[in-house]
């Protein structure tokens, strides 16, 4: 650019010494120079929009590949739609999670809640196509207790036959894998999967899992639960942990006394070769924990059937789970969890439960806006200790619910539910409870 100003000026001054056809010519000369000018800049211009064009572009890409919505047509291995975003990035590093909020009332108790329950992040990192980290960070009870639930690294050998290693949650019902809030319609977990297969149950351990035809299994060994960590009295004054049956057993990735040594099995298996089917069973069976007065250690067995049909917008499914507790009187006497010392004069030996769930989304008999709009019932059936160490048992707690969510958006869900609930469980107050429940959830 300086040169050709250079040479316009230098032209410029010559103009006064110069003939008339080298006039002509230099002015010929001046026209060219000033096109090619005109040109270059253009160029310049046209460039610069490109360079805008591409980073834009390429902004674009890093924010869908990297922290897209979730695909909710994707899962890998049992898991729920966000917790398997990462199996799918285009980007190593993927982030998703979940959060709900609830408010209930029961009925006459004034035993009102209202609590920001859980915030839980996915944090995933792709080393290879082939081995992929996962985790699950877990805030509950508004920011009082975090947890790590998932810290695992899959080993993608063939889709017959995978390996995963580390934190993980064991694949027992139809719950503790799937436990995103999207993906069930009550405001809270059900109890029979709260408590009888304690949701969410995590444990350090190996598993291996696949798909063969029609047939999805997974099998392994995880950390045992620790009975001695959850006794039952049946006396509410001094069992603080009675009405948890096995919950109170997780180890959860905290393996600090001799429950270290003890490892269970774990397998499960599920068809779906049929649309909309799942027909599946899994089952647990280990060494319960190190006894509280020096008998025999127990072994606790934990078996469920479990089925669901999904046809356009009806949605059933239903689960039953029996436990057993071999040398309960083991675990008589006192234990500490959490600077709390419990004595337990009776034990638990056994427990059983089930329930069935339906849906049905009436939303386009109104509207073709939003979502889905499916209304539920919900029946439980579930006894938390038919058999204790003294011949006793709690007897057998039903409960009913009935409800409705909202999804305005597939990955957010708005619910309403009323559950009417007979407790004949020794450490429950009140026989009878009416509990009014809204809630908030979402996945990302």
Do not use: C
């Not at 010559?14 to 005109?38: F, H, M, V, W």
């Not at 499916?374 to 160490?389: C, G, R, V």
């Not at 969510?405 to 007979?422: A, D, I, M, S």
């Amino acid at each position: 650019m300086k040169s050709f100003i250079l040479s316009a000026v230098t032209a410029m001054a010559l103009t006064t010494t110069l003939g008339a056809d080298e006039l002509s010519d230099l002015k010929t000369q001046l026209k060219i120079l000033s096109e090619r000018l005109s040109t270059l800049e253009a160029n310049d211009k046209k460039q610069v929009e490109q360079t805008n064009t591409l980073t834009n572009e390429l902004i674009n890409v890093q924010n869908t590949t990297s922290f897209g919505s979730v695909d909710m047509t994707k899962t890998e291995a049992g898991l729920g739609a966000a917790a398997s975003k990462v199996y799918y990035s285009k980007n190593p590093l993927s982030i998703g999670g979940y959060g709900e909020l609830y408010y209930s009332d029961t009925v006459h108790a004034g035993a009102a809640e209202s609590e920001a329950y859980r915030f839980v992040p996915y944090i995933g990192y792709k080393f290879s196509d082939t081995i992929i980290l996962n985790s699950e960070i877990e805030i509950e009870h508004g920011g009082q207790e975090i947890a790590l639930e998932q810290l695992y690294i899959d080993f993608l050998l063939d889709p017959e036959f995978n390996v995963r290693i580390g934190q993980q949650v064991v694949p027992m019902g139809l719950l503790n894998q799937n436990h995103e809030p999207v993906l069930y319609n009550t405001v809270r977990r059900a109890d029979v999967e709260t408590y009888l297969i304690p949701s969410t149950w995590h444990e350090n351990g190996l598993t291996v899992y696949g798909k063969s035809h029609d047939f999805n299994y997974a099998a392994g060994a995880v950390v045992a639960l620790d009975m001695g960590l959850a006794n039952h009295d049946g006396t509410p004054e001094t069992d603080t942990f009675g009405k948890n049956w096995i919950r109170d057993g997780r180890r959860g990735g905290n393996e600090t006394n001799n429950a270290t040594s003890n490892l269970a099995g774990v397998a499960r298996l599920d068809y779906t070769g049929i649309n909309g089917l799942l027909l599946g069973a899994s089952f647990y069976t280990g060494k319960a924990g190190p006894s509280n007065n020096g008998l025999e250690e127990g072994r606790l067995t934990i078996a469920d059937a479990h089925a669901q049909y999904q046809q356009d917008g009806f949605k059933i499914k239903a689960l039953y789970t029996q436990s057993n507790l071999t040398h309960a009187d083991s675990y008589l006497g006192s234990h500490t969890v959490g600077g709390t010392t419990v004595v337990a004069t009776t034990h638990a030996q056994s427990a059983h439960g089930g329930y069935v769930n339906m849906e049905y989304n009436v939303l386009p008999y109104f509207t073709q806006t939003g979502t889905r709009l499916p209304l539920f019932f919900q029946y439980e059936n579930y006894n938390l200790a038919d058999s204790i160490t003294d011949g006793s048992s709690f007897g057998t707690t039903q409960s009913y619910s009935y409800g409705l969510n909202y999804f305005p958006h597939e990955q957010v869900v708005l619910k309403g539910e009323y559950k009417l609930r007979h407790n004949k469980n020794s450490v429950n107050t009140a026989d009878n409870e009416g509990i009014y429940s809204f809630g908030l959830g979402f996945i990302f």
